[in-house]
């Protein structure tokens, strides 16, 4: 289990699954990992893997799913959620 964040000892720590598919998967190599973070929304946890430079990618391209369910960077996150970051599909 990696640890992401040492923020503020008010905020409570939660455990979550992080799943990487396509290219984010080949340019972290591995599929899945679970992290502890105090990220309260998928904004402050995009923050942080991006600040360790674990998602090479902006923003602005990616899209997000929680629970298998797609969201949105505002969308609070739970202990035990599952979260992944897509980057666009390119294809002909």
Known sequence: MSKISETAADKPHKEIILEYYGA???SRGIS???VM???EDIDELFKELASQNLIPY???ILSVAINDEFGSFSSVIK???KVVFMTP???G
């Open 24 to 26: 984010i998967r080949e």
């Open 32 to 34: 899945r990992e679970s």
């Open 37 to 39: 973070t105090c990220a």
């Open 58 to 60: 902006p923003r602005n």
């Open 79 to 81: 202990n035990g959620d």
């Open 89 to 91: 599909v390119a294809g």
